[in-house]
C-alpha cells in the first residue's frame, strides 16, 4: 500500500466496496457506512447512463450528503476491450484526480468487487500510485445457493466456477470432473450449456437463477420450464449432485 | 417450502444467517437486523462453550432484546462424523421444538451458511417439516481477496475451491488445471500443500492467510516466512497467476 504525499497533504483512497447481488439489505454494515458518508463515489454505467450498482446501493445513497459527487465510468457495450479499456483509461484518470485533491473515492461494485468484477481494471490502475481498499460483498454465487437452499459445498466436495463463455471442452471437463460447478455469465451460451449438461449426465443436478435478489429474479429448478432463448447477462447455472454421500 | 400448521397456529421459520469471516461490520444489513430482532437464536459452540459465529455478531447481540434466548449445539473436536450428527440430532430437536411453538429461530454461521457451512446439516434435518430461509453471508475466499488486493478471477478465467483434506491427487490436478485455486482448511495440511505448490511451480503465485477480519488475522505473501508447522482450521492458500493475460 502507498501512501504518497502531494503538495504536502496526504493524497485520499480508493475503495472498492461490493454492494452485493441485489438485495438492497444484502450490502454490508460497512459498504453502507463508507457509501452514505463518502464525498465522492464512482461506479460503472452503461451507455443510456443506468448502473447496477448504483440501483443496489440506493438505500445507502439516499442517506448520503446532498452535494455527494458522483464519477461516472460510461461502459459501451462491446465486446471489443480496446473500447473497455478505453472506458478504463479514463475513469481511472477522473479518480486519480480526486485522489491528488485528497479526497477519497469509493467505487461501487455489484456483487464482491475481485469476483469477476470491473473494479480489478480500475484497482490495476490505481494501486501502484495511491493507497487502495477493498471491502468484500456477496457474490451472486452466495445469493444463488440461499435462494436455492442447496449447499454449495460440503466437507470433501469439490467446487468450480466457470464462465459461460469458455470452450465446450473447458465446461464439459468442469462438469466431470467436479461436485459442485457454477456456470457464470450464462446468458448468450444458455442452449449451449444446456446440451452440456445433458451430454454429461448432470441436467438433473442443475438449477438457473438470473437477476438474484432484485424484482425480477427468475429462478428455474426444472430445466425442461427453460426456453432455449438467450437470457441476461446476469445468469448462471448452480449444478450440485443430488445425490451427497456425505450429508447426514 | 413447508408452512406447516401446528395447533391451528401457524410454526415458526428457520432463518440461516451468515456473519461472515470475522469483522462484524463485514455483516449484511439483514443479517444485523435479524439477530437483533430474534427472540431466538442458535449457534454452534466448542466444548468450551466458545462460539465464533456469536463473537463475530456481537454488535448485533448487544442490541437484541435482554430476553433474547439462545440455544447452544455443543460440537465435540473429532474426526468422529457419529458424534457430530448426534450433536447435530440433538441441535435440531432443540430447535425444532422453538419452530412448533410458533417462534422463528435465527441460526448463526460463520461465513456463508451453505459454503462448508454447518447450517447445511441443520437444515436437512428440518427443512423437509417448517419454513426455511437463508441469508448469504461474506465467505472468507472474498475476504482474503480483498484483504490481499488480489482479483480472485478475471473474464476467462477459471477457479476452484479444494479442501486441505483432500487427496494430493486432486490438490495438484486444481493446482495445474485451474488459473486460480483456493484450498481452504489448510491449517492441518500445511507441509503437504507446500510441497504440492512447489511440485506444480505455482508456489510463487499462492499466499497464505489465516483468522482473516480477526484481532489474530494472519497474511504471508512470501511463503517463505511460513513455518511447515500446523496452522488453525480457519486457514487457507489462495493461488492466483501472477502473470495474467487479460489484465490491462
Redo the contacts between chains.
Keep these: 500500500m502507498k501512501t504518497a504525499i502531494s503538495n504536502g497533504s496526504a493524497t485520499g483512497r480508493l475503495i472498492g466496496v ?1 454492494v ?1 447481488p441485489g ?8 459498504a ?2 463508507l457509501i452514505k458518508d463518502a464525498a465522492v463515489i464512482s461506479y460503472i454505467t452503461n451507455d443510456r447512463g443506468l448502473s447496477q450498482a448504483k440501483q443496489i446501493a440506493r438505500e445507502a445513497l439516499q442517506c448520503a450528503p446532498k452535494n455527494q459527487r458522483h464519477i461516472e465510468i460510461v461502459m459501451p457495450m462491446s465486446t471489443d ?1 480496446t473500447l473497455a ?1 478505453r472506458a478504463y483509461d479514463q475513469g481511472a484518470q477522473a479518480i486519480q484526480a480526486i485522489l491528488e485533491s485528497g479526497n477519497d473515492v469509493v467505487f461501487l461494485c455489484e456483487g ?6 470491473s473494479f ?2 480500475i ?2 490502475r490505481i ?1 501502484e500510485k495511491f493507497t ?8 451472486s454465487i ?2 444463488a ?3 436455492l ?8 466436495e ?6 459461460g ?2 470452450s465446450d471442452q ?1 465446461i464439459e ?2 462438469l466431470r ?2 461436485d459442485t460447478v457454477v456456470i457464470m455469465k450464462a446468458g448468450q451460451a444458455r442452449t449451449r450449456i444446456l446440451a452440456l449438461l445433458k451430454a454429461t449426465n448432470r441436467y438433473q443436478d442443475a438449477s438457473y437463477l438470473e437477476y438474484i435478489g432484485r424484482e425480477n429474479e427468475r429462478i428455474v429448478t426444472d430445466l425442461d420450464q427453460l426456453g432455449i432463448e438467450a437470457g441476461p447477462y446476469f445468469s448462471l447455472f448452480i449444478v450440485c449432485r443430488h445425490q451427497r454421500p456425505f ?2
Excluded at 23 to 30: G, I, S
Excluded at 149 to 156: A, E, G, I, K, V
Excluded at 158 to 163: M, R
Design positions: 461490493g452485493g438485495d438492497p439489505e444484502l450490502l454490508t454494515l460497512k453502507f457506512r476491450r479499456n464482491d468487487p475481485l469476483f469477476f468484477g480489478a481494471y484497482l490495476a494501486k487502495c481498499q477493498v471491502v468484500a460483498g456477496i457474490t452466495n445469493a445457493s440461499a435462494a437452499m442447496d449447499p454449495l459445498t460440503l466437507q470433501q469439490t467446487f468450480t466456477v466457470v464462465n463463455r469458455q473447458l471437463q468442469a470432473h467436479h450429508f447426514t
